[in-house]
């Protein structure tokens, strides 16, 4: 049976959307290997000093040695720059100079959470609680009744640095936001769903046994704080001096029957900064000189000295420069940067919110999102025809099934990535990365399948 004419012309012109599971189904064993270690990585990093210190761990192993300022560096040298503990810069030397441009491939290790107060600690009606100050974007009620684990760093008086990590182990307590039952909620369920837990609602549970004296006047919050001083050698001052935060306790686990999903909390945006982090270290004599950066503070702006819009990558960059004797003004309008970030998953449970033709699907690879932003584009790095066709065709040259899509139907909503201050620095810039479900909720969905074509993606452009 030939084709008729019509069908020729449409395969000619008509612009195809692939399943890759149904083009490549050989490609699905892969997948599934290839998340083991993304598994892994994420239960290692739920928090921005954990996943720099995983990262470090698995860039050492690989011969990366620290960056040293005014050393020359040879093609397939690796180096790593560790800032403040909470954003790593990772670089492998490629073949032409520095002055031809870099590779950047930018994600961001923070992901929505509850942090502390910075005094935190109180008993009411002879339970002992954390207060707590969300972190990113939540939907609020979504951190009810859900296991939470303790992470983060306290700096007792004398500068020691403690970090605390309970709820992550076989055995380890876990911690909890309580809600109201059903059969007393008839006024909560009339609170719209934004407000279904409040944000002063939102206390963590510690405990409920007393220090046993009577003389004791808030006996329940000392039992929590001699348990802490124990563990930890803190007195309740040093909350003023600490990072302490509450994710969820839950490890990262296979989703679906066919194990073809992987549910996870922090999968905004450890999923790109693992796939960035994968091709990095694997990549040997990359043609352009690669800068992997993975970032903090995007969910809250980018801001400050670990955050994007922040100066700590081109300082970097002018460290980096310098050793050649070029002006990093030169290298970076040479640059082309992925800014590695996820992007909404089209729901079938709730489409109203995404236009079909323009929504990412699971399945069908890493997402180009030319730009974010809400209303008219605001607040977005409108990626332009070149840069488009410079980062397709990497793609394309290797093979990697890829889809287009914008985040959700116009005016439904918005978000923006951290593409804008990479584009600021006067570097071609683009969003590149993995469609998630649930995006920000305690448990993430992403595909293996997307979750794989992205590191195939990030490692065809640092070929
Ligand atoms: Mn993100
Ligand atoms: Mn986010």
């Not at 990772?90 to 590779?103: A, M, Q, S, Y």
């Not at 609602?201 to 039992?223: C, H, M, Q, R, Y």
């Not at 945006?269 to 903090?296: G, H």
């Not at 995006?439 to 794989?452: G, Q, W």
């Amino acid at each position: 049976m030939g084709k008729t004419e019509g069908q020729k012309l449409e395969e000619k012109l008509c612009y195809k959307i692939k399943n890759i599971g149904m083009e490549k189904p050989e490609e699905i064993e892969k997948a599934i290997e290839f998340c083991e270690g993304y598994k892994k990585y994420l239960d290692n990093a739920k928090i921005e000093r954990e996943a720099v210190k995983y990262s470090i761990e698995m860039a050492e192993e690989r011969g990366y040695v620290p960056f040293e300022r005014s050393k020359k560096y040879k093609t397939g040298d690796k180096v790593y720059f560790n800032n403040r503990g909470k954003n790593i810069i990772l670089t492998t030397f490629g073949k032409r100079p520095l002055i031809d441009g870099v590779h950047f491939n930018i994600a961001h290790i923070d992901s929505p959470r509850l942090d502390l107060k910075p005094n935190p600690l109180y008993e009411k009606d002879e339970i002992a609680y954390f207060k707590t100050h969300y972190y990113g974007g939540i939907k609020k009620y979504q951190w009810g009744v859900t296991p939470l684990a303790m992470h983060g760093r306290v700096m007792l008086k004398d500068g020691t640095a403690v970090d605390l990590n309970i709820g992550e182990n076989e055995g380890d307590p876990v911690f909890v936001v309580s809600d109201l039952l059903p059969h007393l909620s008839q006024q909560q369920n009339q609170r719209k769903l934004a407000d279904g837990i409040k944000g002063e609602e939102l206390n963590i549970i510690l405990g409920s046994t007393p220090i046993a004296d009577k003389e004791v006047k808030k006996a329940f919050k000392l039992k929590v704080l001699s348990i802490l001083n124990e563990k930890y050698g803190m007195i309740e001052e040093d909350f003023l001096r600490a990072e302490i935060t509450m994710v969820p306790a839950q490890h990262a686990v296979d989703v679906g029957l066919d194990r073809s999903l992987v549910g996870a909390y922090g999968q905004d945006d450890k999923v790109c900064a693992y796939t960035a982090l994968m091709a990095e270290l694997e990549c040997k004599e990359p043609e352009y000189t690669t800068v992997t950066v993975l970032v903090d503070k995007e969910e809250i702006g980018s801001v400050g000295v670990t955050g994007m819009a922040g100066d700590m990558l081109l300082h970097y960059m002018e460290d980096l420069v310098e050793a050649e004797g070029e002006r990093v003004r030169d290298v970076l309008r040479n640059s082309l940067c992925l800014s590695a970030d996820v992007n909404a998953a089209f729901d079938p449970t709730f489409p109203d919110v995404y236009e079909s033709n323009n929504a990412s699907y699971l399945n069908r690879g890493p997402v180009l999102t030319k730009y974010t932003g809400s209303r008219g584009k605001s607040g977005s790095n409108d990626a332009s025809a070149e840069t488009m066709q410079r980062v397709i065709s990497y793609m394309e040259s290797d093979d990697v099934m890829w889809q287009i899509g914008e985040l959700g139907k116009v005016d439904a909503g918005g978000g923006g990535t951290i593409a804008m201050f990479i584009a600021n620095m006067d570097v071609d810039t683009v969003d590149l990365g993995v469609p998630v479900l649930s995006m920000h909720a305690p448990f993430e969905i992403t595909s293996k399948l997307d979750v794989y074509y992205t590191y195939k993606a990030f490692a065809a452009f640092n070929k």
